[in-house]
């Protein structure tokens, strides 16, 4: 797949309206404003384009400093040779009149671009052509550059309208970089083209190109990934280097300082340059300052300036300026953790050494910046220095943020033998509990980690300290523990408040897998995260309030909402674990909503950003989320390298408990597609029963079971015995529909239907209505099943890659409704009447009738009011 060689004009569909409605209404020509690269010839181009496919002739007139010397040399393209004449007057009366020859009794739309470059004529000219109503202007004007008084005139007093056109904003910025390469861009590219661009078009569109050029944008599981930050294209550096000409070196000093350091405080930078540098850049548009006081901070006025100035920087100035800003950085009585950041980069860069503290510091804070690597560079550099357990400890997260859990694991065990206190047992063993539970899939080591930590100290509280890794541990081995050790923990009055951060999220765990969800939701969604979500127990805490909710069908509305928000949240807070988490359940969701193209591109969102941190093993189950969509989309080539994907994540330790449900369902629909239906049964109804202790997992799997083909006569007592241990509304549906499906009930099925339509699983919702089409026809009720089996198309996601279940001995032609036949329903379910409708189509009222009698006998209706 290659990205195509044009696009479409993106997010500028008002301007475009206003421009059309401004020809329509007798307007003499509008002037769009804008700062160079936001789209104004763009826009001109598409009126254009639209005003041809109104059979307007059109012409194009580009000004260009250089043709500024000549008489109408900016009209070259569309004025004949034989237009001449040495007096003005007369040369302006000519190609007046040859324009409107080249109309030939049509109306006449000419852009002008750039026109603060017009020569004195050729301005005057475009003035006349829009006041004498010859020509339609639509004129683009540099904001901030000088402009010939003739189009000055055209909006202060011919009353053209003038468009200001501005930056887009972010989501405009990620449309025109999917509208470039054709297709979904992964959110981590789009945070790199949002804030390297600002929002500038023509940058936009430069760094896609160069990205796509360079090897750096690539299409991987049919989403566009960045692998790379890409240099500088040449095209683009020239645009940027054109903007900062004709510099004074003191300007050229501020720019540098504030390439490499910003933001910088005002004080700072005057302090180093002098004021009117700064006040010069501010003037020209380079440098911005915000607010008044003199701790303002200063930054340059596009984030492209400091990529160009740094890529040219002789490396010995480079490093004389970095040390210049640490020494004023080091002169300050303290330092943030940002600060602290910066100066470490400046010094590291300056190829400087730095104190133990100043790199442990450091390495925090890049960690907690969603900067491991560099985190990981600090923390080696103090680890060896002697640095000692908190190096150690700052080294092995950096890893594990990373996903390098075998890196990670080696550091641990190897400063296992340097912890002094219970405050490094506990942050050591909690880095473990990630590593070598989640990451490495090790959970047996851990326990006997676990129990060998219990004898580091005699004293009774240190054992107390570790029951919550230990619990944890075991609640998540293996499902269905039951809640009385967590619930005994928590029942202490005294209990110290992050002991019961950590117990908490045990406890819901504990509450879901045994079936009472509906306190289990309760508390995960009170105990929820808000981001930054910056340890392992939030992240457990935000994973199972959504996979309750996927679970228990409760609060559909509100996990897509907060998911949504999350995703664009940790995209921007580099929070790779969140990011993947959110647009993983945002594709559950699509999926259980049968929207499965939607799905399959949040799927491949989710194992971009896990790739590159997966605290809790999501990305196995991730890859079978992708094969089971790919299956039901019938894409078998998809589907089985997305399961064999999966397996190889898994490797020899198989999947941990709470993987096995999601692994199951793939492997099984796997052999479905590839027709072995009783295999793909019996692997489903085995899971379940190995998953017993779960019953809301049990019963999402005998479902599945039934939905493989299985006989609702023989699952529906077992789905109403789980329902009876299970709370969950889901599961509750489940039984429901496998007990009208065993009974052929149809009005019973249509109920259902309707409430998985309320719960938001919508797919189910569609199948189940189609079962109560079958259970009609089956009763002799032809027209409910026609009913029936059109409200399983309303339910059926159309275009989105699945595909709508026949109704096994009803005629698909006999309920299909025709193009025609559906608009007629259309207009009549709008309350329109058959002459007013026969009226708008120009039909005979008879047609309109006997149209609208064969789409309700299609539809099982006899009154028009229940169309």
């Known amino acids: 797949m290659n990205p195509p060689s044009s696009w479409p004009l993106v997010a500028r569909a008002v301007e475009l309206e206003q421009i059309a409605a401004a020809r329509a209404n007798g307007h003499v ?27 307007v002739v059109t012409g194009w007139v580009q000004a260009t400093r250089s043709a500024a010397g000549v008489a109408l040399g900016a009209f070259a393209a569309v004025l004949p040779p034989e237009v001449r004449s040495d007096d003005p007057f007369e040369l302006l009366q000519r190609s007046i009149q ?70 887009l904003s972010g989501p405009e910025t990620e449309m025109l970089a999917e509208a470039i390469v054709g297709g979904p861009v992964e959110r981590e590219a789009r945070r790199w083209i949002c804030e390297t661009s600002g929002g500038n078009a023509l940058y936009v569109r430069e760094l896609v190109r160069g990205a796509l050029a360079g090897g750096a944008l690539k299409l991987v599981g049919g989403l566009w990934r960045l692998s790379e930050r ?9 645009l940027i280097t054109a903007r900062m ?39 020209r548009g380079l440098a911005s300052v915000e607010g008044l006081a003199a701790d303002a901070e200063v930054r340059l006025s596009h984030p492209l300036y400091g990529e160009v100035i740094r890529a040219a920087l002789p490396s010995l100035r480079a490093r004389e300026l970095r040390l210049a800003l640490a020494e004023r950085m080091q002169a300050r009585a303290s330092l943030g953790s940002e600060e602290t950041l910066r100066l470490a980069r400046w010094l590291t860069d300056a190829g400087e050494t730095m104190s133990i503290d100043l790199m442990i510091s450091a390495a925090r804070a890049a960690s907690l910046a969603g900067d491991p690597g560099f985190g990981a560079a600090l923390a080696s550099q103090a680890l060896e220095a002697g640095g000692g357990i908190d190096a150690a400890l700052l080294l092995a997260r950096a890893h594990a943020v990373q996903s390098r859990f075998e890196e990670a694991e080696a550091v641990l065990t190897a400063a296992e033998g340097n912890i002094l206190t219970p405050r490094q047992a506990l942050e050591y063993l909690e880095q473990q509990s990630e590593v070598l539970h989640w990451g490495l899939g090790r959970p047996s080591d851990l326990r ?13 509280a240190w054992r107390e300290r570790l029951e919550p890794l230990r619990l944890r541990l075991v609640s998540f081995e293996r499902l269905g523990v ?56 939030d992240a457990i805490a935000l994973s199972l309030w959504s996979r309750i909710a996927l679970e228990d069908g409760e609060g559909w509305s509100e996990l897509e909402g907060w998911m949504a928000s999350a995703l664009e949240s940790a995209v921007r807070l580099v929070e790779h674990a969140t990011a993947g988490q959110a647009a993983y359940s945002l594709a559950c969701l699509r999926v259980l909503a049968g929207r499965y193209l939607d799905a399959a591109a949040l799927l491949a969102e989710a194992e971009a950003q896990l790739e590159r941190h997966d605290p809790l093993a999501l990305l196995a189950v991730v890859n079978a989320q992708q094969s089971c969509v790919a299956g039901f989309m019938g894409e078998r080539t998809a589907m089985s390298a997305a399961l064999e994907q999966c397996h190889a ?52 799997l005998t479902y599945e079971a039934m939905r493989a083909g299985a006989d609702p006569r023989r ?94 001995g009803l005629d698909q032609a006999a309920i299909d409704l025709t193009a025609r036949e559906a608009q007629l329903v259309q207009m009549a379910a709008q309350g329109l009447t058959n002459a007013q409708i026969a009226e708008r189509l120009v039909l005979s009222v008879r047609t309109v009738e006997s149209h609208l009698y064969r789409a309700m006998q299609k539809l099982g209706v006899s009154d028009r009011h229940d169309l």
Not at 37 to 44: C, F, I, P
Not at 450 to 460: E, K, M, V, Y
């Open 29 to 55: 020509g509008v002037v769009i404003h804008g700062l160079a690269g936001v789209g104004k010839s763009r826009l001109a181009r598409e009126a254009l384009a639209r005003a041809e496919r109104d059979h």
């Open 649 to 700: 994540r898994l490797a020899a330790q198989g999947p941990l408990a709470h993987q096995l449900p999601y692994v199951a369902r793939a492997d099984a629909w796997a052999a479905y597609a590839d027709g072995e239906h009783q295999r793909a049964r019996r692997l489903l109804l085995d899971a379940a029963h190995d998953l017993s202790a779960s019953p809301v997992h049990a019963a999402g």
């Open 230 to 238: 890409p240099p500088m294209s040449a095209s683009l550096t020239e």
């Open 245 to 283: 000409a004709d510099l004074t070196r003191d300007q050229q000093h501020a720019l540098e300082l504030l390439a490499l350091g910003e933001p910088l405080r005002a004080t700072d930078i005057v302090a180093m340059t002098g004021s009117e540098p700064l006040t010069s850049l501010q003037e």
């Open 715 to 808: 699952l529906a007592q077992v789905l109403e015995r789980l329902h009876e241990r299970c709370d969950a509304r889901l599961v509750a549906a489940y039984a429901r529909h496998a007990a009208a499906r065993a009974a052929r009930d149809g009005p019973e099925l249509l109920t259902t239907a309707e409430e998985m339509a309320q719960i938001g699983a919508l797919r189910y919702a569609t199948e189940a209505a189609v079962h109560a089409a079958e259970a009609f026809l089956g009763a002799g009720r032809q027209d409910s099943a026609r009913r029936a089996a059109g409200r399983s198309r309303e339910l059926f996601a159309d275009d989105q890659g699945g595909t709508l279940p026949p109704v096994e």
């Open 98 to 167: 040859a324009l409107r020859e080249r109309a030939g009794g049509r109306p006449l739309v000419l852009a002008v671009d750039d026109a603060q470059w017009l020569d004195p004529v050729s301005a005057t000219l475009a003035l006349q052509l829009a006041m004498t109503a010859t020509a339609f202007v639509v004129a683009t004007v540099r904001t901030g550059e000088a402009c010939p008084d003739a189009i000055v005139s055209l909006w202060k007093d011919a009353g053209a309208p003038r468009l200001e056109l501005g930056l």
């Open 448 to 460: 006997q980690l676990l129990t060998r930590a219990a004898n580091w100290w005699a004293d009774p």
């Open 482 to 537: 039951g809640v009385e050790p967590s619930m005994e923990i928590l029942s202490n009055a005294d209990l110290e408040p992050a002991v019961r951060r950590e117990v908490e999220p045990v406890h819901v765990a504990n509450l879901f897998y045994s079936g009472r969800t509906r306190e289990a939701h309760e508390l995960a969604g009170r105990i929820r995260p808000e981001l930054p979500v910056r340890n392992l127990g």
